[in-house]
């Protein structure tokens, strides 16, 4: 199934996100290296903390759910760099996401909400 360009996100429900580790690498370099990032995964993308300015202003982002047998794939944009001590905050918005995996990322963080 083709991805699609990801619906825009209400806010409700978007809250501060759940821990997640991603696999990461700059869209310019579609045969880079991955590298691993831990981070946080809200409805709308992904933010982690990093210690290396990113290269481009577009990111491909591998990972699994739990209870999830396919690994989900996503492409997103960084929205926002902020350098603090210790390291560079980045906020990433998905772009590109498919239908079964947007599904699948709600699902996860509605159990999560209620404590699943």
């Known amino acids: 199934m083709a991805a699609r360009k990801a619906a825009p996100r209400k806010k409700q429900g978007a809250g501060p996100g759940v821990p997640m580790t991603f ?27 990093g210690k290396t300015p990113a290269l481009g202003r577009e990111v491909d982002v591998r990972f ?26 980045f906020r990433v918005r998905f772009t590109e996401l498919d239908g079964k995996s947007e599904r699948a990322i709600t699902g996860y963080l509605d159990d999560h909400e209620k404590g699943g």
């Open 64 to 89: 699994r759910l739990p209870g999830v047998s396919k690994e989900l794939r996503a492409v997103g944009e960084i929205l926002r760099v902020v350098k603090r001590s210790g390291g560079i905050d």
């Open 23 to 49: 696999l990461l690498r700059d869209v310019g370099n579609r045969k880079g290296e991955w590298e691993e990032r831990e981070g946080v995964l809200s409805l709308a993308g992904i933010a982690w903390r």
